[in-house]
């Protein structure tokens, strides 16, 4: 296996340069893992299928999912291809390389985990602001004209959040400097995450249900539905920093209620 992913990241490197590979090959990158992760869930909800999993019974209009995508696309060739552009002499300074030999695996996972916990502590604070009167009036909402998320919406925002925010998933690789193919797996990673965290389903099989401190769709599907200034639920991919300042009360408090419902209606039958 090893070798084939070898031999496979030889060919591109002898194909395309650095340059080519962190800035064209990220955003080509990107938009298929983005597009074809998220796309179903358009399919779902206008199919109406596993209904039985959706998180809220309303659902988006054909027109209001047309005008996500089309925003989507004007931004990420607008916002997020130049930026990847201008990015990549940073990158490079800071010691990221695409040559041979590759990490192992133990780098490979210790530098993701980093990345996970720094972007979730960065994440937090800077998605905490975003929801003060002003920030939140001018720009955020933007983000939230979709009470009822579904998987694209996840980076549905103003450019200026997408900068804002954007910060907090390179500020990790950008300490670092990693190999090329680790900013990648760090990348699908975190887009598979926010995808399924606005997906608006909860199934059985969904992360949050087996993985301690997950977030997920039905955590985050809470902060869409309540007003801006009482949502909660800030944290990005794992939610120990809401835990740690109580800002997931709410959410954690009607959970509960659920739970107990449940169990009263199991015991009445």
């Known amino acids: 296996m090893a070798s084939i992913i070898e031999s496979s ?5 002898t194909h395309f340069s650095d340059f080519q590979l962190a800035s064209l090959g990220s955003f080509l990158l990107h938009e298929s893992v983005f597009f074809l992760s998220g796309l179903p869930f358009i399919y779902l909800e206008r199919a109406g299928l596993l209904s039985k ?34 990015s990549y002499p940073v990158f490079r300074f800071m010691g990221m390389r695409s040559s041979l030999p590759l990490p192992s695996w133990k780098v490979v996972l210790t530098q993701i985990i980093f990345y996970f916990i720094l972007e979730d502590f960065v ?4 998605h905490r602001v975003l ?15 979709y009470a009822t998320p579904f998987g694209l919406t996840s980076e549905y925002a103003h450019p200026v959040e997408i900068l804002f925010l954007g910060f ?11 190999h090329l193919i680790t900013l990648w797996l760090w990348m699908v990673l975190r887009v598979l995450e926010t995808v399924e965290a606005h997906c608006g389903y909860h199934f059985p099989w969904s992360l949050s249900n087996f993985l ?3 977030g997920g769709s039905d955590f985050h599907d809470y902060h869409h539905r309540l007003l801006y200034t009482k949502s909660g639920n800030y944290s990005s991919t794992f939610v120990y920093m809401d835990w740690i300042f109580g800002t997931d009360k709410g959410y ?6 659920k739970q107990n419902g449940a169990e009263d209606e199991r ?3």
């Open 267 to 269: 015991k009445q039958t």
């Open 252 to 257: 954690r408090k009607l959970k509960a209620l």
């Open 168 to 178: 907090a998933t390179i500020v990790g690789p950008a300490i670092t400097g990693p």
């Open 9 to 13: 990241w030889l060919h591109l490197i």
């Open 131 to 145: 929801h003060t009167k002003w920030l939140y009036k001018h720009v955020h909402s933007v983000h939230h004209e």
């Open 212 to 214: 301690p401190l997950y």
């Open 53 to 86: 999993y959706k998180i809220q019974t309303k659902n988006n209009s054909p027109t209001a999912q047309e005008k996500c995508i089309t925003r989507l696309l004007f931004y990420h060739f607008s916002v997020n291809l130049p930026l990847m552009i201008v």
């Open 123 to 126: 994440f937090y604070w800077g």
